[in-house]
Structure formats: C-alpha cells, structure tokens
Nanobody, 125 residues
Framework: QVQLVESGGGLVQDGGSLRLSCAAS????????MGWFRQAPGKERVFVGA????????NYADSVQSRFTISRDNTKNTVYLQMNSLKPEDTAVYYC??????????????????WGQGTQVTVSS
C-alpha cells in the first residue's frame, strides 16, 4: 500500500502561483511514478501531469503546459506541482496519485491505484 498526503492548496488571485506538495509513504518512493489530477465541481477527474519514478521524464496536459511544473525530491519522498499564471478555470480539487514504474504516457485515473485525499485550489477572478 501507498499513502499519499497532499498539501499547499488555497485561494489565489488570477495570475497568481501556488505550489502543491504530496508526501508518499509505504513503498520505496524511487519506484513510484507520480501523477497529478484535478476535478472541478460536476466534472470528471482529469490528468494534469506526471513524473517518472526517477524524475527523468514528465508529461503535462495541454491546458497546463508551460504554466505548471512537476518535480520530485526522492530524499524527502515528496512530489511537487508548481502552478504559475493560474486562471479561474484551474479551480478544482487537486489529487496526487501513484503507481510503480508507470510510464508518464499513462494518463487515465484508472492507471493509478493509489490516491491522496485531495486539496482544494480556488482561483478568483
């Protein structure tokens, strides 16, 4: 089992920045590919981005490309989602997810068996 705990959400103005963190435990962090998803009210959970288990590869949804950056610190068992130039349409609950040795090309929620509880991000206009 893998336990994931997100933090760092909050309220930010249009054009602002936030950094989300996700701390993992339960499996060797260096074996976990990590993903970020988000779910807006009344909508499905969608892929935001992912980083490979060694951090050598990332993948982003088109909607966040060039604005969001995923990184990881394997010494702290933590993955980060740096969000810049935030827009009101980025408002959602953000979830981190994990799977061992998963390719970053895998972007469906069903590709990830382990999930955090989510953290709310609200961008005001």
């Amino acid at each position: 089992q893998v336990q994931l705990v997100e933090s760092g959400g909050g309220l930010v103005q249009d054009g602002g920045s936030l950094r989300l963190s996700c701390a993992a435990s339960g499996r060797p962090f260096g074996s976990l590919s990590m993903g970020w998803f988000r779910q807006a009210p009344g909508k499905e959970r969608v892929f935001v981005g992912a980083i490979a288990w060694r951090g050598y590869s990332t993948n982003y949804a088109d909607s966040v490309q060039s604005r969001f950056t995923i990184s990881r610190d394997n010494t702290k068992n933590t993955v980060y989602l740096q969000m810049n130039s935030l827009k009101p349409e980025d408002t959602a609950v953000y979830y981190c997810a994990a799977n061992q040795f998963l390719s970053v090309s895998r972007t469906l929620p069903s590709d990830f068996p382990y999930w955090g509880q989510g953290t709310q991000v609200t961008v005001s206009s």
